[in-house]
Structures are given as structure tokens and as C-alpha cells.
């Protein structure tokens, strides 16, 4: 079983910039996706962007503004989020799937984009 720790999640203001980190207690297979999600508030969570392989996937939502990216070592990934609009406002979640396999989310991490 593995575990996923998040970090960096925080307020900012609209325009600013953030970084996720996603920590995972041990090596993710290569041929496992690691990826976010969000939820805010009132709402169902939703993808925001994932990377397989070194293959990366994006919402419509974030593209141009989001960037993803793993280490070699496949125990993290990250999220670099520009541009921040009030509406990226959410609990963040890191997750590790197989295809539609759910096999591990983070505990979430807060951003909060306002004035």
C-alpha cells in the first residue's frame, strides 16, 4: 500500500503562483498515473492534470497555466500552478491510478486565490 503526503498548498492572490508537491511512500510502478484532483467547496471533485510515462494530461480549465511534472525516481510529483484565478480555489488531492484503479489520495491540500 502506499501512502501520499501534499505540501504546499496556501493563499495567494489572483495572478500569483503556487506549488504542489506530492511525496509517496514508496516507488510508483512506471506504468501507474500520478496525478491531482480538486474539490471546492459545494462541488464534486474533478481532474485537474495527470502524468503517465512521462505523458502528461490536462483539464481544459488549467491548460497554459498548470504544469505537472515526476521524478525519475516515481516516489513525487508536482503541480505548478500560474496565473491563479479565484476560481482554482480548492482542496487539492494527489492520487496514483492504474486506468480507472484508484490506488491511493493524499489527505488534500488548501489554495485559496483572493484578494
Known amino acids: 500500500q502506499v501512502q501520499l503526503v501534499e505540501s504546499g498548498g496556501g493563499l495567494v492572490q489572483p495572478g500569483g503562483s503556487l506549488r504542489l508537491s506530492c511525496v509517496a511512500s514508496?516507488?510508483?510502478?512506471?506504468?501507474?498515473?500520478m496525478g491531482w484532483y480538486r474539490q471546492a467547496p459545494g462541488k464534486q471533485r474533478e481532474f485537474v492534470a495527470s502524468?503517465?510515462?512521462?505523458?502528461?494530461n490536462y483539464a481544459d480549465s488549467v491548460k497554459g497555466r498548470f504544469t505537472i511534472s515526476g521524478d525519475n525516481a516515481k516516489t513525487a510529483v508536482s503541480l505548478q500552478m500560474n496565473s491563479l484565478k479565484p476560481e482554482d480555489t480548492a482542496v487539492y488531492y494527489c492520487?496514483?491510478?492504474?486506468?480507472?484503479?484508484?490506488?491511493?489520495w493524499g489527505q488534500g491540500t488548501q489554495v485559496t486565490v483572493s484578494s
Open positions: 492520487n496514483v491510478r492504474h486506468y480507472d484503479t484508484q490506488i491511493a
Open positions: 514508496r516507488n510508483i510502478f512506471s506504468i501507474y498515473t
Open positions: 502524468i503517465t510515462s512521462g505523458r502528461t
